[in-house]
């Protein structure tokens, strides 16, 4: 499994990650990404099933700003 989280700061709300992997990325009220994931909130503490995996690599590989952040274990933000 991997985990993700969304570097707010950096993003500029292109909108590219939800339309690649919906069931990862969602947008808040001022359209930034975030992982919605299982209840994510944004965390990074949600184990991301290999079957999304594909979808989660696309949405990283296609973020003009490298906003979006994998790694194998827990990034334990605070949203
Ligand atoms: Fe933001 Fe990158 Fe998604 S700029 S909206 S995290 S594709």
Redesign the pocket.
């Known amino acids: 499994a991997k985990y993700t989280w ?1 570097e707010k700061d950096t ?8 339309a690649t992997a919906p069931d990862i ?1 969602d ?1 808040d009220d001022e359209g ?2 975030e992982v919605i994931y299982e209840n994510d909130r944004n965390c990074g503490v949600t184990a991301i099933p290999d079957d999304l995996f594909d979808d989660l690599q696309d ?1 990283c590989d ?4 490298d ?2 952040k994998i790694a194998d274990e827990p990034f334990n933000k605070e949203g």
């Open positions: 969304v993003c500029i709300a292109c909108g590219a990650c939800g990325f947008y930034l990404a949405s296609g973020c003009p700003t906003s979006i």
